[in-house]
């Protein structure tokens, strides 16, 4: 399984844009990329999965480079509430199924 | 619709004692799995099932049983809990296989 490394924990305020970059070296062929989302006292919430280029949806957006050695993730205009724990995973064919998550990053936004 | 319930959701036990973590989904989901975290740490696989009558080890399962006799339930059993099972445990299913939903979690303290 590909390792992934994130940043421990990242600062914003409210209204910006936040970067949380995930470096995966190993990253498999088949692997996918993906980010869930962890509240306190809640179970990890699916964010968004992608393979190369670029995918958006409601929620954020993941770059993925050319070399997929790292990726992304792009949260638009964050508010109070994307307070949370961010995991980036790469796992076999973007299987839901057995996940590997690493300690995740702390995002904290500041009002 | 619920989702992924977890029972009970707090659950304070003595060393030696037995119980059941329950999980139900009504999500029609084939495979469901059981996580624990621990403190500051992402989440580790324990068992999993891909389908009623199934199910296989994960990445830390000592100290652990888990059946399935249908399709919506998927119980943990801690046959004789001890104080380094205390731990948030999350139930996961997932169907599409890209997406997991998890359970609100039960803490689990073990003195």
């Known amino acids: 399984l590909a390792k992934t490394t994130q940043p421990i924990s990242m600062d914003s305020y409210e209204g910006q844009e936040v970067n949380i970059t995930c470096s995966h070296n190993n990253i498999a062929t088949n692997d996918y990329i993906t980010w869930y989302q962890q509240f306190p006292s809640q179970g990890p919430r699916f964010i968004i999965q992608?393979?190369?280029t670029k995918v958006t949806n409601e929620v954020a957006s993941l770059f993925i480079p050319a070399d997929r050695k790292s990726s992304t993730l792009s949260l638009p205009r964050v508010s109070l509430s994307d307070t949370a724990v961010y995991y980036c995973?790469?796992?076999?064919?973007?299987?839901?199924?057995?996940?590997?998550f690493g300690s995740g990053t702390q995002l904290t936004v500041l009002p | 619709n619920a989702g992924v319930t977890q029972t009970p959701k707090f659950q304070v036990l003595k060393t030696g004692q037995s119980m059941t973590l329950q999980c139900a989904q009504d999500?029609?989901?084939?495979?469901m799995s059981w996580y624990r975290q621990d403190p500051g740490m992402g989440l580790r696989l324990i068992h999993y099932?891909?389908?009623?009558?199934?199910?296989d080890q994960g990445e830390v399962p000592n100290g652990y049983n888990v059946s399935r006799s249908t399709t919506e339930d998927f119980p943990l059993r801690l046959l004789s809990a001890a104080p380094s099972q205390t731990s948030v445990y999350f139930c996961?299913?997932?169907?599409?296989?890209?997406?997991?939903?998890f359970g609100q979690g039960t803490r689990l303290t073990v003195v």
């Open positions: 992608g393979y190369k």
């Open positions: 999500m029609n989901h084939e495979y």
């Open positions: 099932s891909v389908g009623a009558g199934i199910t």
């Open positions: 995973l790469v796992g076999d064919g973007g299987s839901a199924r057995q996940l590997t």
């Open positions: 996961a299913t997932t169907g599409s296989n890209t997406e997991a939903f």
